[in-house]
């Protein structure tokens, strides 16, 4: 029995050291790692959002195509040049965007240390009023405690050819408690819209 209690006593004291030493440890702005409760009622309370729109020229809207991990879309029969406005033919030219724009729309889920954001910076251009030609969309996610561990973007409707259209970009965290070994996976995810006229908006989030 009582070898027992020793290697209880042991174990107990292990636990308390490893969550002492996650509990002094500061991570990102000073920031640390929290209880689970209190983590959990952090990363779900609070949010706040934020949305940025302006006009871009042709070659910026083209830039944006080889971003890292960008989502591209082209109306048929255009090249890359072509579908932002860079055609050299008549024939090209009205087929090919007229204006091009740029939008970075952000939501925020938690408060702070355990708060999650998703950005969508999405480039586009279009025949103005009529239809989309060109998207180019790059989702990136982050926060204080919680890192990202993956993000994905998806039209979900409208698109070339439309004249508006709607991006879902969706992430997937990693925040960490007090104990090493318990670590929140929350997922969000963000939709926006954008037409023809260079207009956009936040139309859905969860």
């Given at each position: 029995?009582?070898?027992?209690?020793?290697?209880?006593?042991?174990?107990?004291?292990?636990?308390?050291?490893?969550?002492?030493?996650?509990?002094?440890?500061?991570?990102?702005?000073?920031?640390?790692?929290?209880?689970?409760?209190?983590?959990?009622?952090?990363?779900?309370?609070?949010?706040?959002?934020?949305?940025?729109?302006w006009a871009v020229s042709a070659e910026e809207a083209l830039a944006a195509?080889?971003?890292?991990?960008a989502t591209v879309s082209v109306a048929p029969g255009l090249s890359l040049r072509e579908a932002v406005g860079l055609g050299s033919t008549a024939a090209v030219a009205v087929e090919a965007a007229s204006g091009c724009a740029a939008n970075a729309a952000w939501w925020q889920w938690?408060?702070?240390p355990y708060e999650q954001r998703?950005?969508?910076t999405t480039y586009w251009c279009a025949v103005y009023g009529d239809h989309i030609t060109y998207r180019s969309s790059s989702v990136t996610g982050g926060g204080t405690l919680c890192s990202t561990n993956w993000t994905g973007s998806a039209l979900i409707s409208g698109g070339i050819?439309?004249?508006?259209?709607?991006?879902?970009?969706?992430?997937?965290?990693?925040?960490?408690?007090?104990?090493?070994w318990i670590t929140l996976h929350p997922s969000h995810y963000l939709d926006v819209s954008r037409n023809s006229w260079g207009n956009s908006a936040i139309v859905a989030t969860g």
């Open positions: 029995m009582r070898i027992k209690l020793l290697v209880a006593g042991a174990v107990t004291g292990l636990l308390a050291t490893a969550g002492a030493a996650s509990a002094k440890a500061p991570l990102a702005g000073g920031a640390r790692p929290l209880p689970v409760a209190e983590a959990t009622a952090l990363a779900a309370a609070g949010g706040s959002s934020g949305s940025t729109t195509a080889s971003q890292p991990d938690g408060t702070w998703i950005t969508d050819g439309y004249s508006w259209f709607v991006m879902r970009s969706s992430a997937g965290f990693s925040c960490p408690t007090v104990i090493p």
